[in-house]
């Protein structure tokens, strides 16, 4: 059975530039490199104000839903950036969201 993709491809119109940063090391002790990914988005941010005793701080946040697997070698997204607007921003969660027999219907990078 073929499910169906739960982001549409016609609303992903914000181009984007992901890297993913791999966990573990080589065998010459070296950071695994970087997976890069370049396609379209449907991004979505938000901004809040928090106060503090010295200042108010401003927090910006977003998400980024991209249709399918962005990157099938890992099993899961724990860290790397997104560039989206010429700003560069961390991702804090990334998430595949998986149909019921287990494959990836889209991927969910939560930014700050």
């Known amino acids: 059975m073929k499910y169906p993709c739960l982001v549409l491809a016609r609303y992903c119109k914000t181009p984007v ?3 993913i940063e791999q966990e573990g090391i080589n065998e010459y002790g070296d950071k695994l490199p970087k997976i890069s990914w ?28 991209i249709p399918g697997d962005i990157c099938p070698e890992l099993p899961e997204i724990t860290a790397g950036t997104i560039e989206v607007d010429g700003v560069v921003r961390t ?4 998430a595949k969201e998986r149909n019921p027999d287990g494959t990836v219907n889209h991927t969910r990078l939560d930014v700050k």
């Open 38 to 65: 370049i396609g379209q988005c449907n991004y979505q941010s938000k901004g809040r104000t928090v106060l503090t005793a010295d200042k108010k701080l401003i927090q910006l946040s977003g998400r980024a839903l």
């Open 91 to 94: 991702i804090y969660q990334g």
């Open 17 to 19: 530039k992901v890297k």
